[in-house]
Structures are given as structure tokens and as C-alpha cells.
């Protein structure tokens, strides 16, 4: 990760970059240890997923299972990752973690929670016009996982 990428609290805005994306999944190969599978969150964890599972030589899980490894893009509120705590044995790892140090999930980066995160597989248009109706509305996030 690039120094701009890590010290994302500074900004309002984190743009994330294909290169950054393979030092993210570099590191979970390194770190997340043994697995039965690779599940995805749809829709961020999947590109995520996919990408893992070949790296690691494991399959691409349909559905999460005891022992796999989770991934996700972000965790922000921690809603969407909270069923999966309950699995057995499993690995949760997100890319970035916006929650302010709350959430129990590994993650490569941690980010101001009032960041917008921009994805390289996100649109940039599209991504700019959902940041501002984001910020219009005044939406934060507001449970922790």
C-alpha cells in the first residue's frame, strides 16, 4: 500500500487503485492462514473472492461454510458481515475497514469512517454522484460490528 493509500483518514475522499487492490490481496494470501474455501460478499467481496481463490488454490465458495475465509471490500457499519460471525473457524478479511477501530475483522486498511472509499472497479462517475447524495443526506454510519 502506498503511503497516500494508508494514511486515507487524511481525506475525505480514498481512490484505491488496481495496484493497491494486489497489494491487499497479497497481504491476506500471507495472513489468513489455512481455509476450506474463499466466499465473496456480494458485490465487492466477490471480485475479491474470486481472485483469492485462485492465489490460494482453494474453491470459490457459494455460500459461506465453517473454516472458509470471508472477504469483503469494506466493513463500515459491520451489518453486512455480522451473520457470519456466528460460522465456526471462519476468517473474515476486508479491504478497508471505515468502522474507526470498532470492528473485529481483519482488514488491510483502516480509514476515516466519513471517507469515501472509491474502488477501482467502481465507476468513477457513478461513485462521485452517490458521495454526494451520501453527504447531501447526511448519512454516517451508525452501528459498529
Known sequence: M???????????????????FESCIKHIVAK???????????????????????RMGLPLLAAP????????????????????????NVKIWTWVDKTGGTSRVNSVIKSDPAAWVV??????????DEAARYWKAGLRPSRRY
Open 32 to 54: 489468513a492462514g489455512p481455509a476450506v474455501g474463499v466466499y465473496g460478499l456480494p458485490r465487492g467481496g466477490i471480485i475479491m473472492a474470486v481472485v483469492l481463490s485462485h
Open 119 to 128: 474502488f477501482p472497479w467502481d465507476d468513477a462517475a457513478m461513485a462521485e
Open 65 to 88: 461454510y465453517a473454516g472458509a475465509l470471508i472477504v469483503d471490500d469494506v466493513i463500515e457499519t459491520g451489518w453486512t458481515l455480522s451473520p457470519m460471525v456466528g460460522i465456526e
Open 2 to 20: 502506498s503511503e497516500e493509500e494508508l494514511s486515507a483518514t487524511d481525506f475525505r475522499e480514498c481512490r484505491l487503485t488496481w495496484a493497491s
